[in-house]
């Protein structure tokens, strides 16, 4: 099977402007978690999706959104960019059920913000 | 809230010793624990996990301990190798509450952990 693919790689973006970051999730996983990697912070846990739904949410600014497609291909957005976005962004894929936990991450959205 | 706390934040062995990374969490709740290896620029990789309802879980040179009552648990490497050289994050999942499954990690801060040849 394929792994979890996110897209773009890289971004660099000007403070105020807005972004989309993309994640296709492993085939046949319906969970989708998004998480922030900085190196002050480490990892933190943005906003999960399960069968087009928002399931959890973290502690981020509504800034910080995110929507799933019927393929369970997941997008997050970020607005008005701040200096402080400047991130790692992962994406997690999982079956999704109550017994299946395993999350295995994409390669990240390596996001720059200027 | 929901805290999992991590140590070392570094760990330098020689090749062949073995490396202990420790983890507390606060939720006593929490069923599921998974351990992740990121090497530089690499997503970060899951290499072993346990569940709530066993004490240890072994898989080739890793192992990983469970003490629910102290609500700590571990990650044992042994025979280190070069290779083995990376960041290694623990991460707890809380348990469910409102009737609703979640896969909300929450996660240490990482143990950098260096293996000397």
């Known amino acids: 099977k394929a792994g979890v693919t996110q897209t773009p790689r890289y971004l660099i973006k000007t403070r105020g402007q807005q972004v989309t970051l993309s994640c296709s999730p492993i085939s046949g996983h319906r969970s989708v978690s998004w998480y922030q990697q900085t190196p002050g912070q480490g990892l933190q846990f943005l906003f999960e999706?399960?069968?087009?739904?928002?399931?959890n949410k973290g502690n981020f600014p509504g800034r910080f959104s995110g929507r799933q497609f019927s393929n369970s291909r997941s997008e997050m957005n970020v607005s008005t960019l701040e200096l402080g976005d400047s991130a790692l962004y992962l994406c997690?894929?999982?079956?999704?059920?109550?017994?299946?936990?395993?999350?295995?991450f994409g390669p990240g959205t390596r996001l720059t913000v200027t | 809230g929901e805290n999992v706390e991590q140590h070392p934040s570094t760990l330098s062995v020689q090749e062949g010793d073995s490396a202990v990374i420790k983890c507390t969490y606060s939720d006593s709740a929490s069923n599921y624990f998974p351990w992740y290896k990121q090497e530089l620029g690499k997503r970060p990789q899951l290499i072993i996990d346990i569940r709530s309802n066993v004490g240890e879980k072994k898989d080739q040179r890793i192992a990983v301990t469970l003490n629910k009552t102290a609500k700590h648990f571990s990650l044992h490497i042994t025979e280190t190798q070069p290779e083995d050289s990376a960041v290694y994050f623990c991460a707890a999942l809380p348990g469910i509450r409102y009737g609703g499954a979640t896969n909300k990690l929450i996660f240490g801060t990482g143990t950098l952990l260096a293996v000397q040849p």
């Open positions: 999706y399960f069968s087009e739904t928002q399931r």
């Open positions: 997690a894929s999982s079956l999704g059920g109550e017994s299946s936990y395993e999350q295995y």
